[in-house]
């Protein structure tokens, strides 16, 4: 029997879960029947959350206990109330991944549920991190973090193995926007390159219609609405209901009796806007896009004539004019057979069944990138004059996952004992416009001039997103290293606790109130896991299984420069040893880990004859 793995599409309007059944991605719906659920969290006066449909409707009426689009904060350390009470955009993401979670308990029964979540392709590290640390809070096991665009592929891709192909996804959702350029050929799907705004989607073009809406109030009554936050409410949501009629019809109507009150006076607003009146508006954000759209072409070395398919993902996709200049740069309409909104979460749960091994033997396999370049500070000449603070890459943007690449730098001072390694990811040439991962000190480099001692620094970056970095002096061999991920983890473990205790006090509460309603079990202690994990003290499996993921993950770089034939040996050999990682059981860990040396010492020796 497999894992029960299921893709998770956590979007800053709508959230989805799915997983594969019978060699097919499916959607989990909602004991209500919805198959997508908006991101949209409540604090009643209960003291009970709610997630979904009721907490958005309710957005108006009480916009102060109510939370939506929180995937925009994803990765600050801004907090948003709900209610009365703070939380962090984490916090509040987990209450939307453990609505989702009780579904997945519903089809599945109770107990542990392993997850692939989705991220933009353009979110930074940190983003990807309060993700992954979301899922854990509702009781996930995060198995890996994909790139929204890249599951949008897989969904694609799954039905066209045979198919060879540059795909190009434009995905525009409500809070970002991507694009990535995929190919795919005999099975496997390798992601080119890709661009994008994490800043950038529907929930913006709403906001402008606020402004523009907000501007022909003041003009008849002379106050600003945005002021009032009930006001503000109304105001964005009569936006994106224009929005979306405009996207069918040439003009809206807007009627309002009541948007706020002036002098105790009701103060409303009546008028007519033009597709192409909100067009101009939203025109600039979109002609960015393109831009991206642009760069990511240049990135992965092609033209628009290399491009065989459009794939539009994301519900702002809907929009008429996004469209028109796809279509202009391409000459083609685009693609239309995947639903834009579940795309996502669909392709989730193929990278899923990849994971589980329930697809091991479909012969499918994807590579994906790096959205950003990564790199160190160091010193140097710039314009004439020795400066630090100099941003010198080591894995360049857009360079196929997991990766390794060392290079070589010199001390900079005379008689330099230490050398401190500082890690950035970004673009700018500078430093200080990056964004740091992290510090190490490399101690004990043996006297000399400056510049005559080498240090070797070497980058590992894995197929989660999770750095590696060690600087190594080459003359006395001493070593040092830092995995960014572990460090930054550690540093808020104690905040992952206290959010912990939080939820599960809300939940609690929650529970309190409405002893004949509750969403989630509650006998299952999700918060208690991780400590009952701890004290199951089988050391030697631990090891034996750290051993088989480590092969796991060998297997899986191995496929890629397979053929087909070794291609099904190695998916069954992953199978296999999932099975008995599942399955916990010693003997065949053993045996598993067994043939799979055997095997890869036979392809080494082929690779080196
Ligand atoms: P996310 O992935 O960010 O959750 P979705 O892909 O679900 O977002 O898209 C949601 C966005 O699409 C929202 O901003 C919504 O207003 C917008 N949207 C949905 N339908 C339409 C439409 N018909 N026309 C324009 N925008 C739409
Ligand atoms: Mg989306």
């Given at each position: ?49 709610l ?18 689009a929180?995937?925009?904060?994803m ?21 939307i ?168 006076k ?16 939203i ?32 519900g ?106 500082e ?9 200080k ?37 060690t600087?190594k ?84 770089k191995?496929?890629?420069?397979s ?47």
């Open positions: 029997m497999s894992r029960h793995v299921v893709g998770i599409d956590l979007g800053t309007t709508n959230s989805a879960v799915a997983y594969m059944k019978n060699g097919k991605p499916m959607l989990i719906p909602s004991p209500r029947g919805q198959r997508i659920i908006p991101s949209v969290v409540m604090l009643d006066m209960n003291g009970q959350l997630v979904g449909d009721v907490a958005r409707s309710a957005q108006v009426a009480m916009p102060d206990r109510v939370i939506a929180v995937k925009r904060q990765g600050s350390h801004a907090t948003v109330s709900m209610g009365g009470q703070e939380f962090s955009p984490t916090e509040v993401s987990a209450m991944l453990r609505e989702l979670k009780g579904y997945v308990d519903r089809e599945f029964g109770d107990g542990e549920k392993e997850a692939v979540i989705t991220v933009p392709a353009y979110f930074t590290d940190e983003q990807r991190r309060a993700t992954k640390q979301a899922g854990e809070l509702a009781g996930f096991v995060v198995e890996r973090i994909v790139n929204e665009p890249t599951a949008a592929a897989l969904a694609f891709g799954l039905d066209r193995l045979e198919e060879e192909q540059h795909v190009l996804v434009y995905d525009l959702g409500g809070g970002t926007f991507d694009v990535s350029i995929v190919e795919m050929m005999n099975g496997i799907l390798e992601v080119k390159a890709s661009a994008g705004n994490n800043m950038l989607g529907g929930e913006d073009f709403d906001w402008l219609l606020v402004d523009w809406l907000a501007t022909k109030f003041r003009k008849l009554h002379g106050l600003d609405p945005r002021r009032d936050i009930r006001a503000k409410s109304l105001l964005k949501e009569q936006a994106e209901r224009i929005k979306c009629e405009l996207s069918y019809a040439e003009t809206a109507a807007v009627h309002l009796p009541v948007v706020t009150m002036k002098d105790n009701p103060a409303g607003l009546s008028l007519d806007i033009s597709r192409q009146e909100f067009t101009v508006l025109d600039p954000l979109l002609l960015s896009t393109m831009d991206c759209v642009r760069r990511a072409l240049q990135d992965a070395g092609l033209t628009t004539g290399d491009i065989q398919e459009v794939l539009l993902v994301g702002s996709t809907r929009i008429p004019r996004v469209r028109e200049l796809l279509v202009g740069m391409f000459g083609k309409e685009p693609h239309s057979e995947v639903d834009a909104d579940e795309a996502v979460a669909l392709g989730a749960a193929v990278q899923a069944g990849l994971k589980s091994g329930v697809l091991a033997d479909s012969g499918l396999i994807v590579t994906d990138i790096a959205p950003f370049s990564l790199g160190i500070a160091v010193a140097g000449q710039r314009h004439g004059m020795k400066r630090t603070g100099i941003f010198h890459v080591i894995i360049p943007r857009n360079t196929v996952i997991p990766v390794t690449r060392t290079d070589r730098f010199y001390t900079a001072l005379p008689g330099q004992r230490a050398a401190k390694v890690i950035y990811q970004g673009e700018h040439e500078w430093v416009n990056n964004y740091r991962l992290g510090e190490f000190l490399l101690t004990g480099i043996p006297v000399n001039w400056s510049g005559h001692e080498e240090i070797d620094v070497t980058y590992r970056y894995d197929l989660n997103g999770i750095l590696e970095v600087a002096c080459v003359k006395n061999k001493k070593e040092q290293s830092l995995t960014v991920q572990d460090a930054l983890e550690r540093q808020s473990a104690e905040a992952l606790a206290r959010s912990s205790d939080k939820l599960r006090q809300l939940y609690e509460q929650a529970i309190q109130h409405e002893e004949d309603d509750i969403p989630w079990d509650e006998d299952e202690d999700i918060f208690a896991a991780e400590d009952e994990e701890e004290t199951d003290e089988r050391i030697t499996p631990e090891e034996l299984r750290r051993q088989l993921r480590l092969f796991d993950a060998k297997l899986e191995l496929a890629l420069m053929d087909k034939e070794e291609r099904k040996t190695i998916g069954q050999l992953r199978r296999k040893l999932k099975d008995a990682l599942d399955a916990g059981d010693g003997d065949r860990m053993a045996q598993c880990l067994e043939m799979i040396t055997d095997f890869l010492i036979e392809a080494q020796l082929r690779e080196d004859t």
